[in-house]
């Protein structure tokens, strides 16, 4: 069945840049998504990549899209306090309808 | 502003009552869904609703209930058949199929019921 995993927890120093690995194993999925969640708020979307491309770049964003391995990557460069949250990986659900299958989420704390 | 919302923020319920979470978007969008978040999980889907008086089971149906009368509005019920209600509920909405768009799916704010 599809399912989609990524680490838990990431901590980095502000400044420095984080990346955020996730792996899927939906072969057919047409989109990948990166959502991010501040604590008790709802998902905001970050940016998608579709699955024809390799790379998309949206200012301090860039996602890496490896399809041979099923494993994507979000970059983001001069990590901010702000930064701070629950980052998801989502993949489009191939089977038919606009279902999304999620990660369990990566939190990121960025420290000065 | 457009934009999703989720009514109330934080609901408390005694266990064996239903309790109805409310969600309304202003997008226009046609399809809508309900999601539950549970500590160090993913969402994972309740129901979908593509199109107005029309829904679909997701992936943990059992023990909810919904309804599509209006095109802005996708109630939740939590029935008492739901045996671990306590969650984090998040709605849903997205472009429909037919609008070729990229499907992303936008949330509301979420609405955190606790039952005792």
């Known amino acids: 069945g599809e399912d989609v995993e990524q680490s838990l927890f990431l901590s980095v120093r502000e400044g420095d840049s984080s990346v955020i690995n996730c792996t899927y194993t939906?072969?057919?999925?047409?989109?990948l998504y990166w959502y991010k969640q501040e604590p008790g708020a709802g998902l905001q979307l970050l940016t998608y990549?579709?699955?024809?491309?390799d790379m998309k770049q949206d200012q301090r964003l860039t996602v890496l899209l490896n399809k041979k391995d099923k494993h994507l990557s979000l970059r983001i460069a001069d990590t901010q306090t702000g930064d701070s949250a629950i980052y998801f990986c989502?993949?489009?659900?191939?089977?038919?309808?606009?279902?999304?299958?999620f990660g369990a989420g990566t939190r990121l704390a960025v420290h000065p | 502003d457009g934009g999703i919302t989720q009514s109330p923020k934080y609901l408390f319920r005694k266990e064996g009552q239903n309790v109805t979470l409310s969600c309304e978007q202003n997008?226009?969008?046609?399809?809508m869904y309900w999601y539950r978040q549970d500590p160090g999980q993913g969402l994972r889907l309740i129901y979908y609703?593509?199109?107005?008086?029309?829904?679909q089971k997701g992936d943990i149906a059992e023990g909810y209930s919904v309804s599509r009368e209006k095109k802005e509005s996708f109630p939740l019920t939590v029935t008492s058949a739901q045996k671990n209600p306590t969650a984090f509920y998040l709605c849903?909405?997205?472009?429909?199929?037919?609008?070729?768009?990229?499907?992303?799916?936008?949330f509301g704010p979420g609405t955190r019921l606790t039952v005792t």
């Open positions: 939906d072969s057919s999925s047409t989109y």
């Open positions: 849903a909405s997205s472009m429909g199929p037919s609008s070729g768009r990229v499907y992303e799916q936008y």
């Open positions: 609703s593509q199109i107005v008086n029309d829904f």
């Open positions: 997008l226009n969008h046609d399809a």
């Open positions: 989502a993949e489009r659900y191939s089977g038919g309808y606009n279902k999304l299958i």
């Open positions: 990549i579709f699955s024809n491309m």
